[in-house]
Every structure is written in C-alpha cells, then in structure tokens.
C-alpha cells in the first residue's frame, strides 16, 4: 500500500504565498508522476499542476506564472509553492501520487486526505 499525506494548507490574505507540501510513503517501487489537484463544493476535482519523474511539469493555465511545483524524488515528496494567491483559490488540495509497488509490482494511484486554501475576497 502506499500512503499520501499532504500539509500546509491555511488561510492567506489575496497577493499572499504559500507552500503546500506532501510525502508519499508505503510499498514504493518507483513514483512516476506526483500532482496537485483541488476541489470546490459542487465543482469536479480538477488538475493544479503535475510533475513526472523525469522532470516534466504541467500545469492548469490559471496558476501558470503564479504556481511551481517541485520534486524531491529521494524524499517521495512534491511541493506547490502558491504565488500572488486570489480568492479564485480557495479550494480543498489533494495531492496524488502513481506508480509501482514493491515487491509485487502492482500499479497504485493513492490520494491524501485534502488540505484546505482559503484566501477571503
């Protein structure tokens, strides 16, 4: 089984920064992409931003320029480094991770639990 955890979801003021962060954990094989996504009530969960293994990012066109996110491969980790944050935001983040398992080499495709953003109008 493999474990997501993201943290550092809180409330920040509009123009403001904030770093999100999130560790997999469990029966890793290999991650092959880690990505942020975020939901609103009534609205689909929708891709943020996403990362490969082999460094290649994408992201949706209304964080670009304001959004990086970044990989520490030997940590199992994944960071969103938020910019010039707008109430358009606020949202509920989940990181996800996909892969392979050891020692059976089972593909997973594990969610944490959600952190939440806010940012008042």
């Known amino acids: 089984q493999v474990q997501v955890v993201e943290s550092g979801g809180a409330l920040v003021q509009a123009g403001g920064s904030l770093t999100l962060s999130c560790v997999a954990s469990g029966n890793i094989y290999n991650i092959i992409q880690m990505a942020w996504y975020r939901q609103t009530p009534g609205k689909e969960r929708e891709l943020v931003a996403a990362s490969t293994r082999g460094g290649t990012t994408n992201y949706a066109d209304s964080v670009k320029g304001r959004f990086t996110i970044s990989r520490d491969n030997g940590m199992n980790a994944v960071y969103l480094q938020m910019n010039n944050l707008k109430p358009d935001d606020t949202a509920i983040y989940y990181c996800?991770?996909?892969?392979?398992?050891?020692?059976?080499?089972?593909?997973?495709?594990?969610w944490g639990q959600g952190t939440q953003v806010t940012v008042p109008s």
């Open positions: 996800n991770a996909r892969g392979y398992t050891t020692p059976d080499w089972k593909q997973y495709d594990s």
